[in-house]
């Protein structure tokens, strides 16, 4: 009986040992992931009387905790006052301020291209785009996050004879985190 007592005891902290709490330690697991989503925009173009309302899309690529890139292209092609319209495409470095419930504060710094269509069709253009803005995503499920506000303050530098157009707006969306 104690040989039995002495087998099972060994038996039972040799499992102990070799198993873990975890498949990978927290510290080196795997961290990459990639979440596509669609998101609505509502945007004060800074040129023409009305707010632009578009759709768009944004791909938000996670390599460890701190370093990520999100790039986006807006179409604000709604709501247009004389033809007037904007489009965006966009990337750069976007930063998770904390991790709370199931939310997640983030503020990001994009520069891309945007293109532009003047009234009545007279002209159109490119212009370099510089973006700073964040918000907060909200994860539902594994899979499934809300994208509950993005806001975002664009610079186009150099618009028309050295003049900036300064549009700013507000996005809302959902995404799918693929893996």
């Known amino acids: 009986m104690k040989r039995f007592a002495v087998f099972i005891c060994v038996l039972l902290s040799t499992a102990a040992f070799t198993?873990?709490?975890?498949?990978?330690?927290?510290?080196?697991?795997?961290?990459?992931?990639l979440t596509a989503g669609g998101i609505?925009?509502?945007?004060?173009?800074?040129?023409?009387?009305?707010?632009?309302?578009?759709?768009?899309?944004?791909?938000?690529?996670?390599?460890?905790?701190?370093?990520q890139v999100e790039g986006e292209g807006r179409w604000l092609r709604y709501n247009q006052y004389a033809n007037i319209?904007?489009?965006?495409?966009?990337?750069?470095?976007?930063?998770?301020?904390?991790?709370f419930w199931k939310a997640t504060p983030y503020a990001k710094a994009m520069i891309g291209v945007a293109k532009m269509n003047f009234?009545?069709?007279?002209?159109?253009?490119?212009?370099?785009d510089v973006a700073f803005g964040g918000g907060l995503d909200?994860?539902?499920?594994?899979?499934?996050s809300v994208r509950a506000i993005d806001f975002e303050y664009q610079d186009w530098p150099k618009w028309v004879q050295n003049t900036s157009l300064k549009p700013y707006g507000a996005s809302v969306g959902v995404g799918y985190r693929i893996f």
């Not at 319209?85 to 991790?99: A, K, T, W």
């Not at 009234?119 to 370099?128: L, R, V």
């Not at 909200?138 to 499934?144: E, F, G, P, Q, T």
Request: proline residues 7%; charged residues 15%.
């Open 85 to 99: 319209y904007q489009d965006n495409y966009l990337i750069g470095p976007r930063v998770p301020i904390l991790h």
């Open 119 to 128: 009234q009545y069709n007279y002209a159109n253009g490119s212009f370099t």
């Open 138 to 144: 909200v994860k539902l499920s594994r899979h499934i």
């Open 40 to 67: 609505g925009s509502l945007f004060q173009p800074d040129y023409g009387p009305n707010r632009l309302i578009g759709v768009g899309t944004y791909v938000d690529v996670k390599f460890t905790r701190w370093v």
């Open 19 to 33: 198993a873990s709490a975890q498949v990978a330690p927290s510290a080196i697991a795997r961290q990459f992931s």
